[in-house]
């Protein structure tokens, strides 16, 4: 089938290469020159396990190309998939429907048949109806548009995979738009007859199932931060904690990890709009706890802060620290709303020599903030410093040789912000090891 996805970002990108590895032609539009330049050279605009060789090995036979051209994409398929982000106004909670709008203006009106518009990106409620009947009223008066709303669920760093194989795939259909079903059902055959599940429910339903989704992760995630501040004060082991907590069947051990928080382009982003959405219709008391969620994830930053500079005798002021990962998660190079660069740059601020590393995310880091200091592997990050913070999870921080270190640090202190270094280990080695959650 020929399919248009647009918006060529960290969501359109893996569902344009995850689409055409299903055999389906694909045809990706992003207004962007820069992206587009990348991807017309075979590369891929950010990092992404899977991704760029998917793009290189499914570019040559033609089932998947890209164009900035809305007059190419309409001319090309009859189905389109709006992957278009929203991100999180500037000054308020709510999501900014700017560029969303924009595309579906710039498609509607271009549109020559009759076409099923599917918006993918994440978008409050009532965003469907909304964008129905603005593609109704710019599309040509003999065009016929069906909108429906498919939230997604991808992960980054396990994109490809989540595409293939996804855990649920939910469509929101308006009452008679049966024609939308049975067009999806069709395209999404392969995943289907593998046993995925779709749930077929209402327009607003729909749009809701993904940020309920995230801001009850989200809630997860703080609640084990939040019991993590009562661990340290109580000398109780917050790791330990949580695996007893995980071997409840009813809880599980996913979104577990104490530490520096969460962050991403959609945990954040997605608290925030079910706030501001809750107080759009008069129920914002009742979401009130997801204001709290969003506070201990900042009030985790902001204690990792205070351990760098007790650490550091109480003031920071060039003092230097070390900080090891960027990125709001291994294994890409995302750094929208990481709390290991909130940190990185609150304690830039407070007048530290901050020398950050991070195995992908440093050309993105110097680009947005280059007042920050830049190591070339793990190990300059240590050198000189006062205090380490391990801020991200990858794997070569876990493994690294902390006796192979020890002489490279002024003082050997390590701050485990995410509690997955081997405490004996560098206590061994001759560090002073302190990781948030524990005494």
């Not at 605009?45 to 309409?74: Q, V, W």
Request: aromatic residues 4%; negative net charge.
């Amino acid at each position: 089938m020929k399919i248009n996805i647009i918006g060529c970002g960290r969501l359109g990108l893996p569902y344009a290469v995850g689409m055409a590895r299903m055999g389906h032609q694909i045809l990706g539009l992003d207004a962007d020159p820069k992206t587009m330049r990348i991807l017309s050279a075979g590369r891929t605009p950010f990092d992404e396990p899977g991704l760029a060789e998917a793009i290189a090995s499914h570019g040559s036979p033609g089932k998947l190309r890209f164009t900035d051209s809305y007059d190419d994409a309409t001319a090309f398929a009859d189905l389109h998939i709006l992957c278009v982000g929203t991100p999180q106004q500037i000054g308020a909670l709510a999501a900014d429907l700017g560029d969303l709008e924009r595309a579906v203006i710039d498609l509607a009106s271009r549109l020559r048949r009759d076409a099923v518009i599917v918006v993918k990106s994440s978008v409050p409620v009532g965003t469907t109806r909304h964008l129905a009947e603005l593609a109704r009223s710019m599309a040509p008066a003999h065009v016929r548009v069906t909108v429906a709303c498919s939230p997604d669920f991808l992960r980054e760093s396990t994109s490809l995979a989540d595409v293939a194989r996804p855990s649920r795939i939910v469509l929101g259909i308006a009452s008679g738009d049966e024609h939308a079903e049975q067009l999806l059902r069709r395209v999404r055959k392969a995943q289907l007859d593998a046993g995925a599940l779709m749930v077929v429910t209402d327009l607003t339903t729909a749009e809701m199932c993904k940020t309920a989704a995230n801001a009850f992760l989200a809630t997860k995630i703080s609640f084990i931060n939040a019991v993590a501040s009562l661990c340290e004060a109580t000398g109780t082991d917050v790791s330990s904690l949580a695996h007893t907590l995980a071997l409840d069947p009813r809880i599980g051990d996913a979104y577990l990890d104490a530490g520096v928080g969460y962050g991403g382009s959609c945990l954040p982003k997605d608290v925030r709009s079910l706030i501001a959405q809750g107080r759009t219709h008069g129920v914002g008391a009742d979401l009130e706890l997801l204001v709290q969620v969003d506070r201990v994830n900042q009030r985790r930053q902001l204690h990792t802060v205070d351990l760098a500079r007790h650490a550091c005798g109480g003031d920071l002021t060039n003092r230097r620290v070390g900080i090891w990962g960027l990125s709001f998660k291994p294994d890409v190079d995302d750094l929208r709303d990481s709390p290991a660069l909130a940190v990185a740059l609150a304690i830039h601020h407070e007048g530290g020599i901050v020398t950050a590393y991070d195995p992908a995310a440093m050309d993105f880091a110097r680009d947005l903030h280059p007042e920050l200091r830049y190591a070339l592997a793990a190990g300059g990050a240590v050198e000189g410093a006062e205090v380490l913070l391990h801020l991200t999870a990858w794997p070569e921080f876990i493994e690294a040789d902390p006796a192979k270190l020890v002489r490279s640090a002024a003082v050997p202190i390590v701050v485990d912000g995410r509690a997955a270094l081997d405490p004996d280990l560098w206590s061994d080695a001759g560090w002073s090891y302190r990781a948030l959650g524990r005494e």
